[in-house]
């Protein structure tokens, strides 16, 4: 499904699949600053077939891209797909963040600066990436790190067997081994996470984050008493969650990069 923006975006391939090009929808910082930090955006929903689209986060984009950053709406293969498992998924946004840093100069970022940011199926997708090294496309260039230098997350599932269970049967037997819940350890960047109290995702996020704290890593959580799976999009709640966690997580970033 094609994304469609409602700012100028500049489109950039950063991987052919069999079936289509997957491409980062970018957004210029409005003053032009060499060696600027960029963020990349990975949209929530990708795990059932829906019409949403890497568009998604084009408003943060845009909020971002007019704070000095270079923002990136990441289109990765999902359940719209042919054949899809989130595998896939978790491949391609190593995919992206190794394009990024290899190509920095091209698109004038600093290579040490890169966030990455991602909302419900986009958060496990971030998150998977980074815990998970042995999953690589075949040809990337598995020599440039695909880890980010932050990490921000909307509301992730964190438990991948109960994903697989629900969403993908007949991957069951590989679900544990992408379950970020099953394989808590040291190795996420420091990360700033937003979850509201009603999302029926709060209890795993909870668990995941007091885990992960307990082992050394640094996760800064922000809970919404009340709020529901999605409340921080664009146009929800008079745009208030929307200001609040973008307030945060530039805070977050002014401190941490």
Known sequence: MEAVFDYPVREHTYKTTKHRALKLYVLEPSHQISQCPVILFFFGGGFVRNNRTAAQFQHHANFFSSSGFTSICVDYRNANDTDFIPAQAIMDAKSAIRNIRKNSAEFGIDPAKI??????????????????????????????????????VFAAGMDGVEIMNRLFP?????????????????????????????????????????????????????????????????????????????KQMIKFFQVNL
């Not at 971030?126 to 695909?146: Q, R």
């Not at 099953?182 to 937003?194: A, E, M, N, R, Y």
């Not at 509201?196 to 809970?223: H, V």
């Open 115 to 152: 966030v990455m940011c991602g909302a419900s199926s986009g958060g496990y997708t971030c998150v998977s990436s980074i815990l998970f090294n042995e999953l690589n496309e075949i040809d990337d260039e598995t020599e440039i790190s695909c880890i980010p230098n932050l990490l921000a």
């Open 170 to 246: 007949g991957i069951e037997e590989e679900s544990q081994a992408i379950s970020p819940i099953h394989h808590v350890k040291q190795g996420l960047p420091p990360t700033i996470w937003f979850c509201g109290t009603a999302d029926p995702l709060y209890p795993q996020n909870l668990q995941f984050i007091e885990a992960m704290n307990q082992c050394g890593t640094q996760i800064d959580f922000y809970t919404y008493e009340g709020m529901e799976h999605g409340f921080f999009n664009y146009g929800l709640h008079d745009n208030k969650p929307y200001i609040e966690t973008t």
